[in-house]
């Protein structure tokens, strides 16, 4: 990755801005469930507060130890079930499952075969009928779509946009 995002959430409150509007129009559609969210790339946390704040459980994942800091004192400042953990994601194995995947704007940052592995692998961490929402370069989304196609399970697209992805497994 050429930035450094470990500097600028260092020096920048909520640096990326407000939560996705897309990412949140699909945790509304999920309204009554509470579910498990792994958010890779999370950064400060601008998607996993807010769906944190709807009631799911959100692990987020990101390399800089800012952006975490910055994410676990809201989630302590508010009492959300939202934990964060510095990984790098292209050996990031999680131990639990969940059900969603999320990245927003995240895997583009990885090199295509890189990012195609990490995502392969992080989708044995999926509950069977989870979800994976995946907001990237509109460039990446064929690649990344092949990884769905390609893995063992069923993947049906429920959305899919220029740059976005929401997919279940059936």
């Not at 020096?11 to 990412?23: K, R, V």
């Not at 469930?33 to 944190?52: E, H, M, N, P, V």
């Not at 961490?125 to 196609?149: C, H, K, Y």
């Amino acid at each position: 990755m050429g930035y450094d995002y470990d500097v600028l959430y260092r020096d920048t409150p909520q640096a990326l801005g407000t939560p996705n509007t897309l990412i949140a129009k699909q945790f509304d559609a999920f309204d009554g469930q509470s579910l498990s969210i792994l958010d890779i790339g999370c950064g400060q946390g601008r998607d996993a507060i807010d769906i944190a704040r709807r009631g799911h459980q959100v692990h987020g994942v990101d390399i800089s130890p800012h952006g975490i800091s910055d994410l676990e004192a809201v989630a302590k400042a508010e009492g959300l079930a939202l934990t964060g953990e510095v990984a790098d994601l292209l050996v990031y194995h999680p131990t639990a499952l969940f059900d969603v995947l999320m990245s927003d704007r995240t895997l583009h940052m990885i090199a295509a075969p890189d990012r195609h592995a990490l995502l392969s692998r992080l989708l044995s961490n999926i509950r069977l009928t989870g979800w994976a929402i995946i907001v990237d370069e509109p460039s990446n989304l064929s690649g990344i779509m092949q990884v769905f196609d390609q893995d063992s399970a069923n993947w049906r697209v429920e959305l899919s946009t220029r740059d976005t992805l929401v997919l279940q497994l059936d």
